[in-house]
């Protein structure tokens, strides 16, 4: 069984193009979070989705961030008009519908987001 | 709002030696705890988790960690450790109710052959 699977692993985007990032749970996960970390902090919480559903987003930025995860294909983070602070490592997690592992969350091995 | 402070940020140690690095939670209500571990190249890993029942709890690699209410602490401990524990460490707490995981900073944790 794969694991949460995140692409690309790094990113490079100059200031004012956009950023997409990609997270394909685990199979047989519904659940999808996205944390961002940036330099010298922990995980930070951004959103929480489940299929075509955006649950909890009060971790998102107001403006240029947005979240989907449709019913077919990966989870997507967008972040438009790229901005230096926007660089940090995202990570993706998944989490399964139901079971005893219900309340885990497994991550993905993130994205890393330079803006120059 | 719940916040996570983990006080050491970078502990070194030579190999056999005992390890207990501290997690303290602000949020006093019921809370999910959980230990996540980096290693170097690889992404994070569950360690450890607390829902409720025995306060102890033990995880994988030898590792444990103790809920203590009272002091809403949450330390992470193993009596010896092995050069393949260097790693980055991070406690997370989960509000009841709630899906997303608290982070606190991390500790580096350096193990001298």
């Known amino acids: 069984n794969a694991g949460v699977m995140q692409n690309p692993r790094h990113l490079v985007r100059r200031r004012g193009q956009e950023a997409r990032l990609r997270c394909s749970p685990m199979?047989?996960?519904?659940?999808v979070y996205w944390y961002r970390q940036l330099p010298e902090e922990g995980l930070k919480f951004m959103v929480y989705?489940?299929?075509?559903?955006?649950?909890?987003e009060s971790g998102m930025p107001k403006e240029r961030f947005s979240a989907e995860f449709p019913k077919e294909g990966p989870s997507i983070l967008r972040i438009q008009q790229v901005v230096r602070g926007d660089s940090a490592a995202y990570f993706c997690a998944s989490s399964p519908t139901s079971g005893r592992r219900r309340d885990e969350q497994f991550f993905g091995p993130g994205t890393r987001l330079t803006v120059l | 709002a719940q916040s996570v402070s983990q006080h050491n940020h970078h502990v070194i140690l030579s190999e056999a030696a005992s390890l207990e690095l501290g997690c303290n939670y602000s949020y006093g209500g019921t809370v999910n705890l959980f230990w996540y571990v980096q290693y170097p190249g690889q992404h994070l890993q569950l360690l450890l988790k607390?829902?409720?029942?025995?306060?102890l709890v033990k995880g994988i690699k030898g590792f444990e960690a103790e809920f203590i209410k009272s002091k809403f602490s949450f330390n992470l401990r193993k009596p010896s450790v092995q050069w393949s524990d260097t790693a980055e460490y991070f406690c997370a707490v989960k509000n009841f109710g709630n899906e997303k995981l608290t982070f606190g900073t991390g500790t580096r944790l350096t193990i001298i052959p």
């Open positions: 607390y829902f409720s029942g025995d306060p």
């Open positions: 989705l489940q299929k075509e559903n955006i649950i909890d």
């Open positions: 199979k047989g996960h519904s659940h």
